[in-house]
């Protein structure tokens, strides 16, 4: 059994950034690749990024990538997700989850998840 709890939503204005972190629970964290997902209001949930177990394999949707960053830190059982140059179209509730062996861009291949942190981006 693995614990997600996201923190570091918050309001921030378009062009800005903000950290997320998600802490997991549980002695087996480096044994997860981890992925961050997000549901707009009205929408589907989408894939944003994924770490694999060891952090070597990085993998970012397209709509992201060159603005967010995915890390962890194994001995600290945290997965991170830097976001820089916001846009309105970011906001969504964004979710830490937990696959395993390999991290994926599928929602339904995620056994555990967080209970999600807002983030809203004004323009």
């Known amino acids: 059994q693995v614990r997600l709890v996201e923190s570091g939503g918050g309001l921030v204005q378009a062009g800005g950034s903000l950290r997320l972190s998600c802490a997991a629970s549980?002695?087996?964290?480096?044994?997860?690749?981890m992925a961050w997902f997000r549901q707009a209001p009205g929408k589907e949930r989408e894939f944003v990024a994924a770490?694999?177990?060891?952090?070597?394999?990085?993998y970012y949707a397209d709509s992201v990538k060159g603005r967010f960053s995915i890390s962890r830190d194994n001995a600290k059982n945290t997965v991170f997700l830097q976001m820089n140059n916001l846009k309105p179209e970011d906001t969504a509730v964004y979710y830490c989850?937990?696959?395993?062996?390999?991290?994926?861009?599928?929602?339904?291949?995620?056994?555990?998840w967080g209970q999600g942190t807002q983030v809203t981006v004004s323009s």
């Open positions: 989850a937990a696959t395993r062996p390999w991290p994926t861009g599928r929602e339904y291949e995620y056994e555990y």
């Open positions: 549980g002695r087996t964290f480096s044994s997860y690749a």
């Open positions: 770490k694999s177990r060891s952090g070597d394999s990085t």
